[in-house]
């Protein structure tokens, strides 16, 4: 038997002896106003007013219990209705027999028994008050009291009493049966809703259900990371960039939406939406996509491409290249080359040697193509990378670390980001000693609220970068010093990609520039 049938059948009786009470209450009130022909009527009017007093006294009693929190059990109920089976029998026996209405009473407790019951005591029940009515009908006629037409009477109750017990029985068979398939399906249901909201908050997709203005009925924890948002308040409504995006999709279903950034420290999102069909209006489904993978994949295949056109063009340049080298160096060492020829010698050896550090680059990039990301202590590791490229002190430089916290660990593949710190930290150094004569350079670690995502930062004190020099800094190339070859932050950039990281640029306030790796959240492993 389920465990919440138990719970129902005593909230039945409770509602059953209710009823009771009040029928108990009616015939203490009937009592009152008996007229004088009912008692010439009537075998023995005492005890029927015994039997009256006793059935209602008995059931306010049980009343009382069952507030009290009493629970009765299928032993008690059979009891309490077999009680409640004799005393009727006693109304009726020293009352007006059938004639006097009781014996339908009889018919309301039959069926409460086989709704209460539900098993082959609700039969017992139906016979117990048919031979009940037969039999004191039956001593009521031996007692010349009773007529002929009085035993069939009884006898026709007591075949109601059978046809009630088998319908009320076949019926509450039928309501067991549903009762349990939705309690079934009611588990089902809870378990499954369980599980979907365990799949929905594990997701790495983020996913936000809105209405048509940006009030956001619910939203995972992807979601919530991927805007920024804390984890310890409800998202209300959706920010201004993605109900932006919404507002243009709603107007143009058809059209994808392109991506925004939450912050300018994150790497672009892109969403989609879907219309979520309701019983009453609808509400729209809003699917959040971290680029930052999307953009891994595509760097790969990126650099792989790059790493097959560099091989074959370093095979073709450097051979050539080579040659003009050692002929400019053969040139610069012969003693009879005038002052114009060792100039144009020099030149074709500095180009020469620019040409082939392009080379070294472009290979170095190409050679990153697949990242193996490992979980740094940050702090231990950059201390580690600044003391070797200081070489312990040895060269003229000063590089300040700065920990905002402890024990940060961010995921990211050490090679390459000694490679992208090697970028930052050499420009921060060079153009710092261009500005101020000082060799500095600054580096400061900590995380981004609310989200957690750790972050490096390489300062400097140098003279910054124009605002009309800020949309072409990553791209191949391009380089403000003339001895540079412009790859620098365009593979720090692809290796960040790479490594589903982000590298970015602002001024600082005091003087100088802020490059800043945001690392992806250390929970995230694809």
């Not at 009352?95 to 028994?113: E, K």
């Not at 990301?373 to 700065?402: C, H, Y």
């Not at 800020?470 to 290796?495: H, Q, R």
Request: glycine share 6%.
């Amino acid at each position: 038997m389920p465990a919440s049938e138990p719970l129902t059948t005593s909230k039945l009786f409770r509602v059953y002896n209710h009823y009771r009470v009040v029928v108990g209450i009616i015939l203490l009130i009937g009592l009152l106003l008996q007229s004088k022909e009912s008692k010439v009527l009537a075998l023995d009017t005492f005890f029927y007013n015994v039997a009256v007093i006793c059935y209602a006294v008995i059931h306010i009693f049980v009343a009382l219990l069952l507030v009290t929190g009493f629970t009765p059990n299928t032993r008690h109920i059979v009891l309490s209705i077999l009680l409640e089976l004799s005393l009727v029998s006693t109304m009726m026996l020293f009352g007006m027999g059938v004639n006097g209405g009781l014996g339908n009473v009889v018919v309301i407790t039959v069926a409460a028994s086989n709704i209460l019951l539900r098993s082959q005591l609700g039969l017992m029940v139906a016979s117990v008050a048919s031979m009940s009515v037969m039999g004191q009908e039956i001593y009521r006629l031996l007692e010349s009291s009773g007529e002929v037409d009085s035993v069939f009477r009884g006898g026709v109750l007591g075949v109601v009493y059978f046809a009630t017990a088998i319908l009320v029985r076949n019926l509450s068979y039928r309501i067991n049966v549903t009762e349990d398939l939705a309690r079934r399906r009611a588990q089902n249901i809870e378990e499954l809703e369980r599980l979907n909201h365990q799949i929905i908050q594990r997701m790495l997709t983020g996913i936000i259900v809105t209405n048509e203005f940006g009030q956001v009925r619910m939203a995972n924890e992807a979601a919530l990371r991927l805007l920024g948002h804390s984890m310890e308040e409800p998202l209300v409504s959706v920010p201004i960039e993605l109900l932006d995006k919404l507002n243009e999709w709603q107007l143009n279903p058809e059209n994808k939406a392109d991506s925004f950034r939450p912050t300018t420290n994150r790497a672009p999102i892109q969403p989609s939406f879907a219309m979520l069909q309701k019983e009453e209006g609808q509400d729209i489904l809003v699917f959040l996509e971290d680029t930052g993978k999307i953009a891994q994949q595509a760097q790969q295949l990126k650099l792989a491409s790059l790493g097959r056109l560099t091989a074959g063009i370093a095979h073709e340049i450097r051979n050539p290249l080579g040659a003009a080298s050692h002929a400019a160096q053969l040139m610069l060492e012969s003693e009879d080359l005038n002052n114009s020829d060792r100039q144009m010698a020099e030149i074709i050896q500095r180009h020469a040697e620019r040409m082939n550090s392009i080379i070294e680059n472009v290979l170095q990039l190409s050679r990153g193509k697949v990242s193996a990301p490992e979980s740094l202590d940050l702090e231990q590791w950059v201390r580690n990378f600044v003391n070797d490229f200081t070489a312990g002190g040895t060269r003229r430089m000063d590089v300040d670390i700065k920990l905002m916290e402890n024990g940060i660990v961010g995921r990211f593949d050490p090679n390459h980001l000694g490679q992208i710190l090697n970028n930052l930290l050499s420009n921060a150094i060079r153009y710092s000693e261009q500005q101020a004569n000082y060799p500095w350079a600054g580096i400061e670690i900590g995380t981004l609220d609310p989200n957690e995502q750790p972050y490096i930062d390489v300062l400097d004190i140098g003279p910054g970068i124009s605002e009309d020099q800020l949309e072409s800094l990553f791209e191949p190339f391009y380089t403000t010093d003339k001895k540079g070859t412009g790859l620098g932050l365009y593979l720090s950039k692809e290796l960040c990609e790479a490594n589903q990281a982000q590298l970015d640029y602002s001024q600082r306030e005091e003087a100088g520039s802020r490059f800043r790796i945001t690392f992806p959240h250390p929970l995230r492993r694809i």
